[in-house]
């Protein structure tokens, strides 16, 4: 199974023309990043606070694709994927309803706190992407056989 989280769009969400403002989204795709890491046994008290090691955000794209409200119930299907020893991207599928309303992607990179330079993805970061990796390719199998049958 490829992770998802499920969370209700609040007004607080939302801009003055009652859409999801183009920056919460990002906030609520943040939110499935850290239910999976907690999903997957990391404890992200620990994660996020006082780390050695860190993984900023250096790059992040959105397409909206429809008009997200209040009120709307969001499924968020995340997958993670190493793309070097020190990076990774995350891909969001943000749908209502079995609807893609919207894509995302953010690409992380581990630095040390102290000294802010690049720093090898720990053993825990690496297990959470092999294990998301698997599932997701997994996912995509059954897909496949779902559409021959």
């Not at 801009?15 to 943040?30: E, K, P, R, T």
């Not at 046994?41 to 050695?52: C, L, M, Q, R, Y």
């Not at 397409?63 to 070097?84: A, E, N």
């Not at 079995?98 to 690049?118: E, L």
Request: proline residues 3%; charged residues 25%.
């Amino acid at each position: 199974m490829i992770f998802t989280y499920q969370r209700t769009v609040r007004f607080a969400d939302t801009d003055a023309a009652g859409v999801v403002y183009f920056a919460n989204i990002l906030s609520i795709c943040h939110e499935a990043y850290e239910e999976s890491l907690w999903h997957s046994g990391i404890n992200i008290k620990t994660f996020f606070t006082h780390p050695s090691v860190a993984f900023p955000v250096v790059h992040a794209n959105v397409d909206f694709l429809r008009p997200i409200y209040c009120g709307d119930k969001l499924m968020i299907s995340l997958i993670p994927q190493k793309i070097s020893i020190d990076k990774f991207n995350i891909t969001y599928e943000i749908t209502i309803t079995d609807v893609i309303v919207a894509k995302a992607i953010t690409r992380h990179v581990c630095i040390d706190v102290n000294s802010r330079t690049k720093q090898e993805l720990p053993e825990e970061i690496i297990s959470w992407l092999e294990t998301n990796r698997r599932d997701a390719e997994g996912a995509e199998r059954g897909k496949s056989r779902e559409e021959i049958m």
